[in-house]
Structure formats: C-alpha cells, structure tokens
C-alpha cells in the first residue's frame, strides 16, 4: 500500500531549525518507503465556503494520508482534519501544549506532578495599577523566589525567576495584557532538567541539561547535554504526561524535585530533535516514521 504524507512547519519563523526538523522526518519517511512533501504552513492557505472546507494551494499534489505537523499554526491543523486528514499531532495537542496555563490544567486533571500554580487573572489592557492582593498572595502560597511563566512562549524564552516582591511587580506590571502564571521555583533543578522524548507509549531517547549560569536548561539559553537512562517512574510519568494532553509524541522536560522525585516542567509537541540526535546517536525521527507507518496501515 502506497503512504503519501506531508509535513508542516512554519514559514515566518526565522533559521534553519524548522526546516531541519521536517527534513529529518522526510529522510527517515523516504528510508521506510513512504513519500513525503515538506510545505510551509503560509503555502496552504485555509479556504472556507458554506459548502466546503479546503486548501488553496499549488495544483498537482494529492491530498495526503497523513500529516507531520511540526508546527503550532492550529487554525491549519484543524482544517486538515475537518477535511479527514489524520494529522499527528492532532490540532487539540497542539493547543494545550502551547499554551502551558492549559498543559498545568490538564497534567493537574490527571493527578501528575507538577509544581504549585497559580493562573494569573485575565487581563485584557495594559494599563491597569498592579493588583498587589494578588501579587502578596502568590507570595504567601508559593513563597520567593518564584517562577513568572507567559503562557506563551519557547526555548525557555518567556520564563522569569523574581526574587523580590519589587521584582515580582515589576514583571508583573510588563506582562499586563499578557497569560501568565506564578510557580513554585523548584531550587533543587537550578540549572538542570531532563528531556524525554515519547512516541506512543514509549520513551525513545533521553538526555540532561545542565546550565552552569542560568536556573533555566535549555540548549537555546546556552545549555549543555549528556546522554541519560531515566528510571521507570520518570518514563511513566513522561508518557502520561504525553497522554494527557493527547499528542501521539512530545518532548517531556522533568524537573529534580527535592525529594528525588520527579515533576514535570513543560510538554513540545512539536519538540526539535537534532540536540538529542547529537547527544545520544539516537533519531528520533525514526520513531516518529515507524509509529506512523503502524497506524496508518492499521
């Protein structure tokens, strides 16, 4: 049986490592035999009648089987699956995942562990006086420092530790306008996380983080990795964590929690893989190809 698939990222966002990602799944799908098309999400544009729901985009390609959406433009993924097109992750996934006020809640539904939270009330300006009832009170619950978290955001990008009630304010005044939480700062992660990358019910590839002059891990922010055997327990809660919001694979990072328990920090649904690839020899794109070849022959 012949697959056919395309896959997704974003057009606007600028460097290579978008495309970077697409063009691995693109070589591990060409290695199994399934043909692939890489499009830009500004090359398929959305088009709605009262009769049809479609795509407008260059003639001569079929509409595929499937679709590797390593993107977060959640309006495109939606259209293709109104027009019954199984799209790994699905549009819901992608959703929850961006937005970490709705991962919390859903990793929270599901009883996992996560670090103490706080939503921040909606605000729809940014010309209102600080509510500073609501900064003391986060203050008393979860205590300082504390983490400031946009609800948007990447690459540890978005992420701030305050330690002062001024500090906290006056962050807290810059993101008016903005969705935002306040954490509980987990002091005994300083600097250092695990990733876990999950494809359907499994772990397929592991690595710690560590950043020797920031309390965030990430690569991006200047981090550094080695590969890691994670235990049982942090496997199970990483595909959990995965299930919860409904993805088919994401990257999990778990934070060091004081008692030596695991907590989980952020899920990437659309998690890029050639950090892990260069620490670990092992790509993950293979078992992104594999679990899809699985379904999609099922």
């Not at 595909?239 to 907590?263: Q, R, S, Y």
């Amino acid at each position: 049986m012949e697959i056919n698939g395309w896959i997704i990222y974003n057009g606007y966002l600028q460097g290579n490592k978008f495309l970077d990602f697409a063009e691995w799944l693109k070589t591990a799908a060409s290695q199994k035999g399934i043909t692939t098309t890489i499009w830009k999400n500004n090359e398929l544009l959305p088009y709605l009648t009262s009769h049809h729901t479609g795509l407008i985009f260059n003639d001569g390609h079929q509409i595929p089987d499937f679709v590797i959406f390593t993107d977060k433009d959640i309006y495109l993924a939606t259209q293709l699956e109104q027009m019954g097109i199984r799209v790994y992750n699905c549009s819901d996934a992608i959703r929850i995942s961006d937005d970490k006020i709705l991962t919390y809640q859903a990793l929270s539904a599901d009883n996992l562990p996560i670090p103490k939270t706080i939503i921040a009330p909606k605000i729809f300006t940014n010309d209102i006086e600080i509510d500073h009832d609501v900064c003391q009170g986060a203050i008393n619950t979860l205590g300082l420092p504390m983490i400031l978290k946009e609800a948007f955001g990447s690459f540890g990008e978005q992420v701030y530790l305050v330690h002062t009630i001024d500090e906290l304010e006056q962050k807290v005044s810059s993101l008016q306008g903005k969705a935002f939480i306040f954490q509980e700062f987990i002091d005994s992660s300083y600097g250092k996380d695990m990733r876990l990358h999950v494809v359907g019910d499994k772990v397929v590839a592991a690595m710690i983080r560590t950043a020797p002059d920031d309390f965030r891990a990430n690569v991006t922010a200047g981090g550094t990795t080695q590969a890691y055997q994670p235990s049982e327990k942090e496997m199970e809660m990483a595909v959990a964590a995965t299930k919860a919001i409904g993805a088919d694979f994401a990257g999990v990072d778990l934070l060091f929690g004081i008692d030596g328990n695991p907590i989980i920090c952020e899920i990437n649904s659309n998690a890029h893989i050639r950090n892990m690839y260069d620490c670990t020899g092992i790509n993950v794109a293979d078992y992104i190809i594999d679990y899809i070849l699985n379904i999609q022959k099922t």
